[in-house]
């Protein structure tokens, strides 16, 4: 039987390292925000049902991400009518990932608000990556255009590291060597019972 794996942590915890050391190791991951770019990128299958509730955010390229944020940042209820839009298309294709692996005896389910949407009830487990608040700010501060206002408001939308961490049943640590972060993931493995490489 396939355990789910939920792959969870806040903006700048390295979550996108770690999902990729699982798939190094052989484990099929979901990554529900590559999901979400590809149906919102050019030719994304919801660029019709976003273009008519918010006119003028859709393009070539897909979604204007710029305006589509500032149309939806201050308003509850438009946010909600994206989710609307967005989630249940996610949940299809998640389960088509699920189904293609049905054999596969771990899968990751990589979501950056898996606590925060209630997506940890499909989990079987729930591994949350973490890092130090100052490590964490130093990475997020690091990336092109990041502000500081804007570091603050992405906190805002997330549930608390420290939250997180009690809640979750793994907890994998970044502000370490990568050799060190590439020993849990695959201590984690290997506590699941699953030989590593697949």
Do not use: N, W
């Not at 789910?4 to 903006?11: A, E, K, N, R, V």
């Not at 509850?76 to 990932?97: M, N, T, W």
């Not at 389910?109 to 898996?114: N, T």
């Amino acid at each position: 039987m396939t355990h789910i794996l939920g792959l969870t942590g806040s903006i700048g915890m390295g979550k996108s390292t770690v999902a990729q050391m699982f798939r190094d190791l052989g484990v099929p991951v979901f990554d529900a925000d590559a999901t979400v770019h590809a149906l919102q990128g050019p030719d994304g299958a919801l660029l019709p049902a976003i273009e008519a509730a918010f006119p003028g955010t859709t393009g070539p390229t897909g979604i204007d991400r710029p305006t589509l944020r500032e149309r939806i940042f201050a308003d509850p209820d438009a946010r909600r009518r994206l989710e609307a839009i967005v989630h249940p298309a996610v949940a299809a294709e998640r389960q088509r990932f699920l189904d293609a692996h049905r054999e596969a005896p771990l899968v990751v389910l990589d979501v950056p608000l898996l606590f925060e949407t209630g997506g940890d009830s499909r989990c079987d487990s729930v591994a949350v990556v973490s890092a130090a608040p100052e490590v964490q700010r130093a990475r997020v501060l690091a990336r092109p255009g990041m502000t500081e206002s804007a570091f603050a408001a992405i906190l805002a939308t997330q549930m608390p590291d420290a939250e997180k961490r009690a809640r979750a049943q793994h907890l994998i640590y970044t502000d370490t060597t990568l050799a060190a972060k590439r020993a849990q993931v695959a201590a984690l493995v290997a506590c699941m019972g699953l030989r590593e490489g697949g």
